[in-house]
């Protein structure tokens, strides 16, 4: 609903590339009915193909959106490279589950996060962003929408299997309280270059066919403005900087993080995605009781809000519970430089508030890592250990998986 949505306030026909994948089939699903609001879907044989389809889209000057779980990321890649330097809007939707591989298939995880930010090759920059709950994943993708066509940029959504899957009450929301973001694509033949720059880093999105505004698009290097295929070492330097100062601009549009509590205390509990509920949950019973916890999320997790820094080092410790192995805490550390701690779970279950209040008790004793709680930090497998005993077998997903 928010993609339909979003294509309503671009003026745009929303065109949804994608191929049948558990947790994200029902999108493609729930789309396809939605023909009445000019909703084109594509279900392409392959995951390259479904994301050459929406790249083509974008070419054609449409709202551009590709669906897919982890292992159809990874597929995607060269593609989604292809989108980063030709610099056309286009969202990726990636629906976690359990991985590697088919892996946990109707199971959630959160263990995408560095694919989405690392997972291509070369140097190549992507907007991320990751709804909190069910109701913001229609903000979200409108937020995602956005982004992409006033940035020309690829972005990648992180949602979840636990969000795919949950529902809550939601208020249905004035259309009138969301701005437009239309483009204009009345361009002057006489000053157009592919590759000529405005405010905000981007180039300019021309329309094939629009007379006068004949150009190329493709995956070898190009040289600034004009657009020509440059194997100039300067050239691919300024134009690999440019992509990258390109995604931090997008910063200066998604405001800062917000805190939920007091601004300083002796522990900020950090999460992103649909670890939301839990953690504010945990956090609210903490404070109730008299401990100075605060809890913050991030919504967007490339770029970041600017002042995430600043929110960081106003607390004395830091704690991020994740439904992967460490992956949000890894960006943390190595770009705060904060000794930020971990919860970390990965058994296709999310978070039970009793789990983060454990963990938010144990940080406030400095006792974290002196007794395991779910996958302590200093934990070390014993090879030696038995087995564990399956609860149950699965042949599958009932979706060509497995």
Known sequence: MGLVAA?????????YGSYPITPASSILEHLAAMRNYGVKTVQAE???????????????????????????LCLKSEAANLAIVAELPLVIV???RGGPSTGLPTKTEQSDLLQA?????????????????????????????????????????????????????????????????????????????????????????AVPGSPGLMHRLGGLEKADVTGNVNYDPANHQRMTDLRHAKV???????????????????????????????IISAVDRARAAGKKVSSAHLRYLNPMPRNLGEVLRSFKRVLIPEL??????LLIRGK???DARGLN????KPFLVEEIEQAIDLMLKDEWGTREFIVPRDHKVNPNDPPVTPTKSSGGNGNGEG
């Open 345 to 348: 779970k990965v058994q296709g």
């Open 336 to 338: 705060f430089l904060v």
């Open 324 to 329: 992967n192995m460490g992956q949000l805490r």
């Open 46 to 72: 392959d995951e390259i193909a479904a994301i050459c389809v929406s790249i083509g889209a974008a070419y054609a000057g449409q709202l551009a959106v590709t669906g897919t779980s982890g292992p159809g």
């Open 117 to 205: 930010m690392y997972g291509r090759n070369g140097d190549s920059p992507i907007v991320i962003v990751a709804p909190q709950s069910p109701a913001d994943c229609f903000n979200i993708a409108i937020e995602a929408c956005r982004i992409a066509m006033q940035h020309m940029v690829p972005v990648i959504l992180l949602t979840d299997g636990y969000l795919a899957n949950g529902a809550e009450p939601w208020k249905i929301p004035d259309p009138k309280s969301y701005k437009t973001f239309k483009i204009d694509h009345d361009l002057d033949p006489v000053t157009f270059h592919p590759y000529k720059r405005d405010e905000n880093f981007s180039r300019p999105w």
């Open 248 to 278: 931090e601009k997008v910063a200066d549009s998604i405001g800062p993080l917000k805190v939920r509590g007091e601004a300083t205390g002796d522990l900020l509990v950090l999460g992103w995605g649909g670890t939301y509920g839990s």
């Open 7 to 15: 294509s309503k306030l671009a003026d745009k026909t929303l065109v």
């Open 94 to 96: 990636n629906v976690q």
